[in-house]
């Protein structure tokens, strides 16, 4: 038992904090940025941009993040990360006109890719490989945490202030996390072994181990950010008299209890048994959310995605630190983390189109394509995906 308790420590307390204000000051933003934009004068094609482009740059960023972290102390990346989204978010407000924001969303791109990759090796690094999982579950909850609570709080506070001042938040969060890891002790430099080793190798775009994790990563978020970047259009078109709004708070609590209740399962359950929960637990929200005219229908869909999305995230996440050498750790960061920013991009602009094609009653039932998709990966990939426990 003291053994299982000891990997809460001082730092790894510390770096949960820390992710969780990086996470809130970007996701603080996400649900500002198009329309402030737009009052900045930017046509909505160019708004669009301005939005996508953070998620775009991030795919090409994160093979090159991935290695930084193989060769370099986790705590320099991550303050020069967490430097990289202040310097962006405190650009947001003094942004002059609208072309200037495109200049500050790549600037907090960068340091948002810097800050995922680093924070989660970084994490990795300071519990014991055994647990792995626990420690990704309850680092996935402080990320799904921050990106539930942080939209909420950002329409309100945009509502009552305006952007520019709301955006403050979002810079005093990232400043926050500048603070938080100056107070971590062990600064995960990588061994000297360890540098050499990846030296002598060539630049690596992504770990090949965990490309059915990257594959499976993108699939599972799809309909995640479809659902929180259209949630509120959808409703409205449907004329649904339900408390939208409430969605991804009820998300973060179910999510809560959830991850509490698990505790250590993350690192002794094989991954075929959270995939098939996950991959049900998909299905029935995707369905819930397309007949859903209640509050009831609206909450249970919530708890579905909480399943669905929310656990079988920390599940891959682990499982692709798992499954790479230890030498290669950033770099199989950046492999998930690649699959989420294509999930984060792609999920909203594809569903965008069907959205213009096909009348909104569509718009859930046609992600239900995604679960054989799904299916296939893991069936293709089964047995190096369940032997990653092993790999402790």
């Known amino acids: 038992m003291a053994q299982h308790k000891s990997i809460y420590t001082k730092d790894v307390i510390l770096v949960m904090a820390a992710s969780f204000f990086f996470m809130f000051s970007t996701m603080f933003v996400n649900p500002l940025i198009n329309g402030y934009a737009k009052s900045l004068g930017a046509s909505s094609a160019f708004a669009g941009i301005i939005v996508g ?122 400043f926050l996390m500048i603070i938080t890891i100056n107070f971590v002790g062990n600064h995960a430099k990588p061994k000297k072994r360890a540098i050499e080793v990846n030296a002598s190798k060539h630049f690596k775009i992504i770990e090949v181990k965990d490309l059915p994790i990257a594959l499976l990563t993108t699939l599972f978020a799809f309909p995640y950010f479809a659902t929180q970047a259209d949630l509120v259009t959808y409703a409205e078109e449907r004329h649904l008299n339900i408390a939208v709004g409430s969605y991804f708070l009820i998300y973060a609590v179910a999510l809560l209890v959830i991850r509490i209740g698990l505790k250590n399962l993350f690192d002794t359950v094989r991954f075929g048994v959270w995939f098939w929960l996950s991959t049900i637990a998909t299905a029935i929200y995707l369905v ?62 594809i569903m965008g189109f069907v959205n213009d094609l096909l009348p909104i009653k569509y718009f859930y039932p046609v992600q239900l394509l995604l679960i054989p998709l799904m299916i296939i990966v893991y069936l293709c990939y089964r047995k190096r995906l369940n032997s990653a426990i092993s790999h402790h």
Not at 135 to 147: E, K, R, V, W
Not at 289 to 301: I, R
Not at 303 to 325: D, E, H, K, N, R
Request: charge should be positive; include cysteine.
């Open 53 to 174: 482009i953070m998620s775009i740059a991030a795919m090409f960023l994160r093979p090159i993040a991935g290695n930084l972290t193989d060769k370099f102390s986790k705590y320099r990346l991550s303050l020069i990360g967490g430097v990289l989204i202040f310097i962006g978010v405190t650009g947001y407000v003094f942004a002059p006109k609208s072309g200037w924001l495109l200049l500050f969303r790549l600037i907090n791109g960068a340091g948002y890719v810097l800050d995922t990759v680093c924070m989660t090796t970084w994490l990795a690094f300071l519990v014991p490989r055994e647990h792995v999982g626990e420690a990704m579950g309850f680092y996935g909850l402080m990320n799904a945490l921050a990106m539930a609570v942080a939209p909420a709080l950002a329409i309100n506070v945009y509502q009552k202030t305006g952007y520019r001042l709301a955006i403050i938040a979002s810079a005093v969060s990232s």
């Open 288 to 349: 819930l959310l397309a007949v859903m005219k209640s509050n009831w229908e609206m909450g249970l869909a919530a708890c579905g995605m909480s399943i669905g999305y929310g656990v079988i995230y920390s599940v891959l996440q682990s499982t692709a630190l798992l499954l790479a050498p230890i030498n290669e750790q950033g770099l199989a960061s950046s492999t998930f983390y690649l699959g989420l920013d294509i999930g984060m991009s792609f999920g909203p602009i």
